[in-house]
């Protein structure tokens, strides 16, 4: 070949020999490549799986069903209703702010709920469902789905909320639920697991109490998503779990009469099972309407329910204290006799007043009750007794038996948020607290249910009821226990405890081994160290409403089906002068505030007793001429329902 | 010398294609299936616009491929300079009057294709190379005045493509036009210096690179810098190989891509959906037949008889392979994101037109490969 020669040689010398070298290169990153391949597909194939599953895969929590409320009798008083709802998916929209102007269009919205709706829309991702409006009415709904194929990206929905059905019946028991708070996710683990945005959750009452139980699970859509975070198809849907439903001791036809009772007045009615404890019905006065605070209230009603005077957002039978008046008298006379500091028969003369470590102690009656023995001191509620009888029996003395009976201390153990503990004085905590010595003067105002001594109506209820069941302990409840005791039961328990106290004079030591063999059956023990004493006491009452002279006889029941026996209370608010005293004014000439307190306090049947009452009027009067007679339309019903419940109750015919 | 010639021109039609490369050939036409599959993958399992055009491409400069390959070698060594001049007019009329799509001005609209004459070019600077080294006497190639020529054919076409701008395929057609340089017997030093120079440089070069490219090599060194910005296509793309696995997530059934998480899916991310749905098996597989082609064409250089046709096949081997590992160590998360297409499996007509040229020149020199070339 004619291009032979040394240059051609060099030159093709140098081409492969510099091609090897590129050759061999090559190979080497080849080889790399491979390695690098190996690395990512083999030995970290696990690692970009998960981000891989991570990116295409995302959960929607659906919001959970609230469990439900139902009464004794299985009626729904907390539910769930269907309402219609509009959601928005912002990213599926093609054209926001038209769709937006469209459905403002629509709704009729002003345009402090537009710019909220956009608000909320620029706080969240593009992907999450902005809920345009949480209940639409009927109206609203038919127009949407008349207009829906214009509203691109506009979803109604049908979605559940919560109502109330008897509106501001149960209002102070149940509480009521709202959006959720940042707060409420901060306290809350179970709220922060499941939140979704709009997740109602309870702000008070039995609804925050028992949140956890209520509130239920997410429901959990999985879809696979695109880069955009489109949902592309949807791979998994799960079910959540229904919040527990909870059933109530409350009577719904009980607690509506105590609303209407009370309707117009400021105060509280319990009513309570004296032998399970079970709360008939518990209503404080006035009351509101909860339905308002699900979709957040109006700032006119929220005005108008926080600046009313009757205070109608305090639970008033659990928070609202008061001093028990004349209520307290049953239970000084059963610590003076539990204490053998008076007889029965003690006689005192009363002339209306007495003076006493240079005071004067007036009696509720003027020109007195002339003399007295216990009996008719408790049925005429003759204050002059009752001094005489606080004075010899010392204020420690009657602290010990009125805690025994229920008195301050809490009597639903915190299933109420803000229960008070109210106060029963004692020397001991005046001096810690005051930091003053007792001053005897006050042992005698506390004999009548004055001074330093505060309850709760649902106290007095208690109270009533222990005195009731003929001296027993109890354990009150709102809820109902599928391991509730049956009545039997705890009849047969209280009888077996009153026994064996009676037997302890006697103890021998058998007797001392089966005690301690019984160590487990504390419950339900008597409260007494004399049942007679008790049992004086029940009769007391029962003539105070029903013999004549009786402070309460006006609002007695003849038949005795439903005869009942009571105790009233006239608690002052504001000390009276002695100028006032003079003045004897009518109650309508006195400026509302300055109005006693009527209380009452009763039990009945009277012949096997089952329920106990406690009802407060604030600024109502006095108690026999205002609270009594409520008691005597109250126990009308309460024992009409009776046969009912208990056929309810016996055969546990409800299910829920 | 005129023996030699009549030789080839005698040669029949059937000894023609006796001396086809078929080794090449079946890589070409094993990639071009695959490459098929992969883009009807990228359309979400439907024949569909990308699909559609890149199968008919395909079969198009396929068959051109076959007839170019039957003109003698020495067409291409007379065409050499011609077609650079051509390519480089290209390039400047795109430079003027092109189309305009993401920010670069770098199409040429022919109404049936928009062509992207830089692709064209990593072609024409091997042509014209092994050309200008054919007939140089080997003292020569390391005088100075021979290496400014070079040096001006290779600098003006780069300085074009990066103002287009067009980082990714400048250095491209730098790194081939080197290789050639490299392999017709330029001095090292030479290397060494320019490499030098380059370092020196850097700094100034850098004040001249748009913002988004300085972002790329930033986002290169901590693609976790900024997951869902500059880095994303990074990560992502990592995440779609890596999730692949040993034997993948099965054809049309790559999540990272269908789900639109995968950048340039059907451009220069196609080994990435490749890889995520066909595994460690198939990406191997893949590069081993890419390995094997670029090996052919060494293979095929080593035989041919003329320098020309020697220094063209062993640069366009060479030239392949850097696209082949530019393109995959970048979606492999080796390499910044720079535009590099992986050759024949791309979306994209010229990158495809270029390839097919210089493949039917390899095919050309085997035809002919005895063929000597005044």
């Not at chain 1, 492969?16 to 390695?35: Q, W």
């Not at chain 1, 999985?222 to 409350?250: C, F, M, P, S, W």
């Not at chain 2, 020495?74 to 795109?94: C, K, N, P, Q, S």
């Not at chain 2, 305009?100 to 199409?107: D, F, K, N, V």
Request: with cysteine; hydrophobic share 40%; proline share 3%.
């Amino acid at each position: 070949m004619f291009e032979g020669g040394d240059s051609t040689f060099k030159k093709l010398n140098t081409i492969n020999r510099r091609m090897f070298i590129i050759s061999a290169a090559k190979a080497v990153v080849f080889t790399g490549i491979v390695a690098r391949l190996f690395s990512l597909q083999i030995n970290e194939n696990k690692k970009y799986l998960t981000l891989s599953d991570k990116n295409r895969l995302r959960e929607w929590r659906l919001p959970p069903v609230r469990g439900q409320f139902f009464d004794y009798f299985g009626n729904v008083i907390a539910g769930n209703l269907k309402v219609y709802q509009l959601h928005v998916v912002p990213e599926q929209v093609e054209n926001f702010k038209y769709l937006m102007l469209r459905l403002k269009d629509i709704l009729e919205l002003n345009d402090k709920q537009f710019s909220k709706i956009i608000k909320k829309k620029n706080s969240q991702k593009p992907w999450e469902t902005l809920i345009i409006s949480e209940n639409l009415n009927w109206d609203q709904f038919s127009k949407i789905n008349f207009y829906l194929h214009e509203l691109v990206g506009a979803k109604p929905v049908l979605s559940v909320a919560r109502s109330y059905p008897f509106k501001k019946n149960f209002t102070h028991v149940l509480g009521y639920v709202a959006q959720a708070s940042e707060n409420d996710l901060i306290l809350n683990e179970t709220i922060k697991k499941n939140h979704v945005p709009g997740l109602r959750v309870g702000k008070i009452g039995l609804e925050k109490t028992f949140e956890n139980d209520l509130l239920g699970t997410n429901g959990i859509q999985r879809y696979e998503v695109n880069a955009y975070g489109k949902r592309i198809n949807q791979l998994d849907h799960k079910e959540g779990e229904k919040g527990k439903n909870i059933r109530l001791t409350l009577d719904t036809e009980v607690q509506k009469l105590s609303n209407e009772l009370l309707a117009e007045k400021s105060g509280s009615i319990s009513v309570m099972d004296i032998y399970t404890g079970e709360i008939i019905a518990m209503h404080s006065s006035p009351s509101f309407d909860p339905n308002l605070f699900l979709y957040g209230i109006s700032t006119k009603d929220w005005k108008e329910i926080r600046e009313d005077p009757l205070k109608p957002l305090i639970n008033k039978t659990v928070s609202g204290l008061y001093s028990p008046g004349s209520t307290i008298k049953p239970l000084v006379a059963l610590s003076a006799l539990e204490n053998d500091v008076i007889s029965p028969n003690q006689k005192v003369y009363c002339n209306g007043k007495m003076e006493m470590y240079g005071h004067t102690y007036h009696c509720w009656k003027e020109k007195g009750h002339g003399t007295m023995n216990l009996r008719n001191a408790i049925k005429q509620s003759c204050d002059i007794y009752f001094y005489e009888t606080a004075r010899k029996l010392g204020v420690d003395r009657l602290n010990l038996t009125a805690f025994k009976f229920g008195l301050g201390n809490t009597v639903l153990n915190g299933i109420l948020a803000n229960e008070k503990k109210g106060l029963v004085p004692s020397t001991k905590w005046k001096k810690e607290n005051l930091g003053v010595g007792w001053v005897l003067g006050e042992t005698l105002i506390t004999g009548i249910g004055q001074g330093y001594i505060q309850t709760t109506p649902l106290q007095l209820c208690l109270m009533t009821a222990q005195l009731a069941n003929g001296g027993f302990k109890i354990y009150p409840r709102i809820t109902v226990d599928k391991n509730q005791e049956s009545l039997a039961n705890i009849k047969y328990k209280m009888a077996q405890n009153a026994y064996k106290g009676k037997e302890k004079k006697y103890s021998s030591p058998i007797r001392k081994v089966e005690e301690l063999l019984n160590i487990g059956n504390k419950k339900y023990l008597p409260l007494y160290r004399n049942s007679e004493n008790v049992k004086f006491v029940l009769e007391s009452m029962y003539a105070s409403t029903n013999e004549v002279m009786g402070t309460s006889y006006g609002s007695r029941i003849d038949d005795p089906k439903y005869r009942f026996a009571g105790k009233t209370g006239t608690a002052q608010v504001k000390k009276i002068t002695e100028k006032a005293r003079e003045l004897d004014l009518h109650i309508s000439q006195i400026p509302y505030e300055e109005r006693d307190h009527a209380l009452y306090i009763a039990y009945g049947p009277y012949k096997n007793p089952r329920y106990a009452v406690s009802i407060i009027v604030e600024h109502g009067g006095s108690g026999s001429t205002t609270a009594a007679p409520i008691a005597k339309k109250l126990f009308k019903l309460i024992i009409d329902r009776h046969e009912l419940r208990e056929k309810i109750q016996n055969q546990d015919l409800i299910k829920i | 010398m005129f023996q030699q010639t009549s030789y080839s021109d005698q040669l029949t039609f059937f000894q023609k294609v006796r001396s086809f490369d078929y080794i090449l050939l079946i890589c070409i036409i094993l990639i071009g299936f695959i490459s098929a599959f992969s883009m009807y993958s990228t359309d979400g399992g439907q024949l569909l616009y990308h699909s559609k055009s890149h199968i008919i491409r395909l079969i198009v400069f396929f068959t051109m491929m076959i007839f170019l390959s039957f003109l003698n070698i020495r067409f291409w060594h007379a065409t050499g300079y011609l077609f650079y001049v051509i390519v480089l007019g290209l390039l400047i009329w795109a430079s003027l009057y092109g189309v305009t799509a993401s920010g670069s001005q770098r199409w040429i609209n022919l109404y049936f294709i928009n062509l992207q004459p830089s692709e064209l070019m990593k072609i024409a600077i091997i042509l014209f190379y092994a050309k200008f080294y054919h007939r140089m006497q080997a003292n020569s190639v390391n005088n100075f005045s021979n290496l400014l020529i070079p040096f001006a054919i290779l600098v003006v076409p780069i300085l074009l493509v990066a103002s287009q701008p067009d980082l990714g395929t400048s250095i491209l057609i730098a790194l081939s036009g080197l290789i050639v340089l490299w392999l017709a017997g330029l001095h090292l030093r030479y290397f060494v210096y320019s490499l030098l120079a380059f370092f020196v440089s850097m700094p100034f070069i850098i004040s001249f690179l748009e913002p988004y490219q300085k972002l790329r090599v930033l986002t290169f060194f901590n693609p976790e810098r900024d997951p869902l910005g500059a880095g994303y296509q990074i990560i992502q793309s990592k995440i779609a190989v890596g999730s692949g696995g040993f034997t993948g997530k099965g054809f049309l059934k790559g999540t990272q891509s269908y789900l639109e998480f995968l950048p340039e899916k059907h451009t220069d991310f196609i080994f990435t959906l490749f890889s995520e749905e066909h595994g460690f098996t198939g990406s191997v597989i893949l590069l081993l037949v890419y390995a094997v082609m670029v090996f052919r064409i060494i293979r095929i250089g080593s035989i041919v008889r003329s320098f020309f046709a020697k220094l063209f096949c062993y640069s366009f081997a060479s030239a392949i392979f850097i696209y082949i590992t530019v393109n995959m160590s970048m979606v492999l998360g080796l390499l910044p994101i720079v535009g590099s297409p992986l050759p024949i499996m791309s979306y994209g007509g010229s990158s495809m037109l270029a390839t097919m040229i210089g493949f039917s020149v390899v095919m050309s020199s085997k035809i002919y490969h005895r063929q000597v070339i005044s």
